[in-house]
């Protein structure tokens, strides 16, 4: 536990400097944690059986979400992620002469992991610059919020779960942390309203439900992952606390919804 929590802390510290010191820490910071993620995730699928392309996967993913990124920070640099394209049929030139047994279970996880990892990241990394500037309010918001969850979640689950939220891939999550990670992230909404007045509380809170729900999704469909090839944790980088993939699930399923939910917003509302 002792180990846990001082990892926790100093990964939270890391964290939160990457979003206060500015535009560009958080640039190369969250660059840096999807490519780390989406390696984590060939290692944790990677078998007798699945063979991912892991450079060129990372290549592929280092195409897309940098110029991306380096278009919010400079402009004129999203034409280079047309690079992308002959990185992506590149790997499917390198397969045909890797003479696997399963190439198109290759190819499947190797683009999956991508789908699954690094486009999340981008609408994370996205929401920063959402007003055409960098506001380091709103993935700051995300965080606050989804860490206010999982504690929540983690405290009611222990103290009052009795009603298995999802058993068959997750025994420990019960509805009473479910419904507790809800309540203690709508308390830091609220609590976020007073400060960041971006957004209404109202409109600060619906993020909050988007979060909770979509990010318990995004942990579920990880158990369900782990469970399939039978392991405990997606790695070891973390001291107590497992790999980064089980730090970053729920953000993987919230971080799109809540780019669009913000989007609609701030364009429409």
Known sequence: MKVRAITGFFFVLVMLASLLLGAYAFA????????LCLVE???LVKNETIRPH???????????????VLNFLFEDYLTYIFLSVPAAISICVVELYRKKEHPFINLAFTYFGILFIVIPFCFFTASAFIGQTFNFHFPLAFMLM???SDTGAYLFGVNFGKHKLFERHSPKKSWEG???GMFTSLVAALIISTQFTELSA???CIMSLIIVIAGTFGDLFESMLKRSISIKDTGSLLPGH???LDRFDSLLFAAPLVFLYLYWILKFG
Do not use: D, E, N
């Open 28 to 35: 190369v910071f969250f660059i840096v944690l999807s490519l």
């Open 41 to 43: 995730f060939y290692k």
């Open 54 to 68: 892991r450079s060129l996967g990372v290549l592929l993913a280092g195409t897309i979400i940098t110029p991306l």
């Open 146 to 148: 989804l860490w206010a």
């Open 178 to 180: 479910f419904f507790g």
């Open 202 to 204: 109202v409109q600060w």
């Open 242 to 244: 497992g790999g980064l």
